[in-house]
């Protein structure tokens, strides 16, 4: 009798100890890069490291901080590029305007975002949009290249765009009142 009153003593303790220690460590070897490849099946492994620390979007989508701006679009030039109107690019001033690469644009005091393409000593701007045609610049053209777009963040909740953070209230012409975002 006494021996299994020790037993179960023996058992409440090691109860105890099991109780106190956790039983999932989470996953906190994983680095931010490598989240998109962390296998996560069966927990919410990934979901672990965020939790103390949330995604910094200034780290993940700005290379050189002093040098880049944020940009809204305003337009349906690029549509092709998959920029919409609305659409928050993400401009780096350090980076070259090469062939191929998005660039904002200063041609005679207006701002365009355009495809940028040189070839010799002719710089030409190309749309991705089939209404606008291509910018070729001339040696009068007042022309500054701004910066490269590295980052499209496209707005899916309308009331992040400018001017619909608060419901509009608008009556019909019963008098009903009508929200709008």
């Known amino acids: 009798m006494l021996n299994l009153l020790s037993e179960k003593i023996n058992f409440i303790n090691m109860e105890r100890e099991?109780?106190?220690t956790a039983a999932y460590a989470g996953t906190k070897e994983f680095s931010q890069w490598d989240i998109p490849t962390a296998n996560a099946t069966g927990f919410g492994a990934a979901a672990d490291d965020y939790m103390e620390r949330g995604i910094d979007l200034n780290e993940q989508l700005i290379l050189n901080k002093p040098a880049t701006f944020f940009f809204r679009m305003n337009g349906d030039a690029m549509i092709g590029a998959g920029i919409?109107?609305?659409d928050v690019l993400v401009v780096d001033r350090s980076i070259?305007?090469?062939?191929?690469k998005i660039i904002i644009a200063a041609i005679n005091g207006d701002l365009v975002v355009r495809r940028f393409q040189q070839t010799m000593n002719r710089i030409t701007l190309l749309p991705e949009n089939s209404k606008y045609g291509n910018i070729e610049l001339g040696e009068f053209t007042e022309y500054t290249a701004w910066g490269v777009v590295t980052c499209v963040i496209h707005?899916?909740?309308r009331r992040l765009l400018p001017g619909t953070g608060k419901p509009l209230v608008q009556k019909d012409r019963s008098g009903r009142q009508k929200v709008r975002y």
């Open 18 to 20: 099991t109780l106190q």
């Open 84 to 86: 919409q109107s609305g």
């Open 96 to 100: 070259k305007a090469t062939n191929g």
């Open 155 to 157: 707005i899916l909740e």
